[in-house]
């Protein structure tokens, strides 16, 4: 059975950093390029970066550009989710992802991705 696992969400002040991890289960996460999401209540879900299976390619949208930053450890089947100023805008749950292709589209959306973890959570507020 193939699984993502999230975690790393908490409740930070605004300004802080977090570091969510995607762990694969049941499967090796370095034949697919993964992605990280976030879902805010009443929000539709957004795709926020991309890493291509080998890890030599990244992508990020506008949004975050500059401010979060993705990475892989294929050895220890992980994905990471560097967030750094954050602001109560980012409270949200967020999701990884796998697609079954290697590599990053232009746009990251979540019809892309086939195996979705069940979300931490991340909140921003003093």
């Known amino acids: 059975q193939y699984q993502l696992v999230e975690s790393g969400g908490d409740l930070v002040q605004p300004g802080g950093s977090l570091r969510l991890s995607c762990v694969g289960s049941?499967?090796?996460?370095?034949?697919?390029?993964m992605a990280w999401f976030r879902q805010a209540p009443g929000k539709e879900r957004e795709g926020l970066s991309c890493i291509s299976a080998g890890g030599s390619n990244t992508n990020y949208a506008d949004s975050v550009k500059g401010r979060f930053t993705i990475s892989r450890d294929n050895s220890k089947n992980i994905v990471y989710l560097q967030m750094n100023s954050l602001k109560p805008e980012h409270t949200a749950v967020y999701f990884c992802?796998?697609?079954?292709?290697?590599?990053?589209?232009?746009?990251?959306?979540?019809?892309?991705?086939?195996?979705w973890g069940r979300g931490t959570q991340v909140t921003v507020s003093s």
């Open positions: 049941g499967f090796r996460l370095h034949y697919y390029a």
């Open positions: 992802a796998a697609t079954s292709l290697t590599y990053c589209t232009r746009s990251i959306v979540a019809s892309t991705y086939s195996t």
